[in-house]
Every structure is written in C-alpha cells, then in structure tokens.
C-alpha cells in the first residue's frame, strides 16, 4: 500500500509507512519458518475496493502446517486514518494463543492493542497461563513505560486479553512509531517461536475443545469489532460484513454452530436478541491489572 498525506504533524505518514513495513516483515520472518500458500479468502477480498478514491485497501491471507490464518487488513485514507488488523490464528491441533496487532492512527493519535490472545481463561486455566505467559512477562515489561498503558478500559475489553497485552494510546511522531513498531516485531516473534516449539495434539477431544475456544473468540470479535462501522463506510454493509465474518474473523462460520448468546447469554435482551451497547459488563480499569508476575488485580 502506498504512503499517503504527511497529516498533521506527518503521522500518519509514519503510521502507514510502518505498518506496511511490518506486514512485510512479518510475512518474511513466517516464510524462514514454514511455507506460507494463500488462504482461499485472499481470492474474494485482496483487491477489494473502497467507495472512494482517497483510501486505499490492502487484505492478505496465507494459510501454513501449523497455521490455519494468516492475515493483514491494511487502510489508508490519504491524510486522515491508518489502520492495521493482523492476527494469526493456528490449526485446532494446537492451543497457541492468537496473535493480535489492532492500530488505528488519525493525525491526533494513535490507539494500539497488541496481544497474544489466549485461547483460555487465564484466570482459571492456570496451566494455560504459565505455558504460554509465565516467560513472557519481561517482554510487557520492556515496553510498558515506552508504550504505557492507555487509560480506562473496561472488564468487557478485556475478556481476551492476556498479561502481556500492550493497550496504548498516543501522539503518532516517528519516534513513537518506530517504539511500536519494534514491539510488533518482537510480539510476532515470540509468537512464531511459540508456533515453533508446538506439538500436535492427537487426543480429539483437546482438538474439539480447542476449536470450540478459538470459535467463542471469533464469535466474540465478529460481534464486538470496533473497526466494523469504518468498513461499513468505505465498502458499504454488505461487503463489511463479508469482509469480518469472510476474512478477519473467517471460521466464525465454520469452526463451530453455536451463536453470540451460546456463549455470552448475559448480552440477551428480553427479545432474544443481542444487547448491542458496549462496555456494559463489569468495572473498569484505568492502570494496567496485572503485576510483574501476570498476576490479575481486579481491585
């Protein structure tokens, strides 16, 4: 995807140029790894088109031994907004956490959510959380003054997420994007050595249970995405809808049958249907609630 305006301040500029940098990077640290092939949804949605002649749209998606999805949903509007959507997810064979780099840049700042999400409830599933996150700890700790924490963020949003989640907000200065850019690249790393070392699961009723979790996530995110009403407004409803439930969160209607309310029954309404206001579940947490140990704090 090609640069666009510098914005206010050149940001965005930075922004973009660095969130193509690390969609190439990224797919070049995979493909020293294993052998990447194109998903079949980068058939019907890697030249989609926006509505307008300012915006640019760029959708990836490779399928691997290991890895189910590969993705990377790029938008730029030329002086406006810059977003980067890039999860990989992995075959139900294993219970690898879902790496998950979300950034959202305007001339006046960017938001960024960067995690491996877990596929488990760590705050249950003790055994899940020191597999994976237990080691990791000082990787949060790396970035947590230069990339700190951003503000109120409600038990809702935090349903998915992991210790090492890096929630951020601020000003989109080169400097700035260079900082999260390495952490990107470090997250995605941790993330391939993890995908590395996993071993297959043979006993179905594990590789049931994993699809199941990763199921309930995608569920969970293709009824949840904050990106959606941008879709909506540069490719219209009925391809933003194609686009999240085809591509950014493809097996939501394949990997499992249940629905929304299956697995989050409190979002009923008295008609059946789902409670669309956000945030309506839980307190909210305006420092970070984990300590150094990935120990939760609800407070």
């Known amino acids: ?12 500029l930075g922004a973009g140029s660095s969130y ?18 194109p998903h079949p949804s980068q058939e019907k949605f890697r030249f989609i088109q926006p509505n307008d002649d300012t915006t640019v749209l760029n959708a ?88 700190p924490w951003g503000g109120k963020i409600t038990s809702e949003s935090l349903r998915f997420f992991s210790p090492v989640v890096i929630w951020t907000i601020f000003e989109p200065t080169e400097c700035n994007h260079d900082v999260l850019f390495s952490a990107l690249m470090d997250y995605y790393k941790v993330w391939l050595q993890l995908m590395d070392k996993a071993i297959e699961e043979n006993d179905t009723a594990k590789i049931v249970r994993n699809g199941e979790a990763q199921h309930r996530y995608l569920t969970w995110r293709t009824e949840k995405d904050p990106g959606y ?29 249940k629905s929304f309310l299956d697995y989050f029954p409190e979002y009923a309404r008295d008609d059946g249907t789902v409670n669309k206001k956000r945030s309506m579940i839980g307190k909210s947490f305006e420092t970070r609630p984990w300590d150094a140990t990935g120990q939760f704090n609800a407070g």
């Open 229 to 257: 009403p941008l879709l909506k407004k540069l490719i219209g409803e009925s391809q933003a809808k194609d686009l999240v439930s085809e591509f950014l969160f493809e097996g939501v209607n394949s990997l499992g049958s």
């Open 60 to 147: 990836l998606s490779y399928s691997a031994p290991k890895i189910r999805m590969l993705r990377s949903l790029t938008v730029e509007k030329k002086n406006s907004v810059q977003v980067l959507d890039f999860a990989a997810f992995s075959e139900p064979e294993y219970d690898l956490p879902i790496f998950c780099a979300n950034a959202f840049t305007t001339p006046a700042q960017s938001i960024v959510v960067l995690d491996l999400n877990p596929l488990y409830d760590i705050t249950v599933d003790i055994d899940y959380k020191d597999k994976y996150y237990r080691d990791l700890m000082p990787l949060v700790q790396k970035y947590s003054e230069l990339l």
């Open 20 to 37: 193509q940098r690390f969609v190439h990077s990224a797919l070049e640290l995979t493909r020293l790894r294993t052998v990447l092939k």
């Open 1 to 12: 995807m090609s640069g666009g305006g510098a914005g206010v301040g050149g940001g965005v």
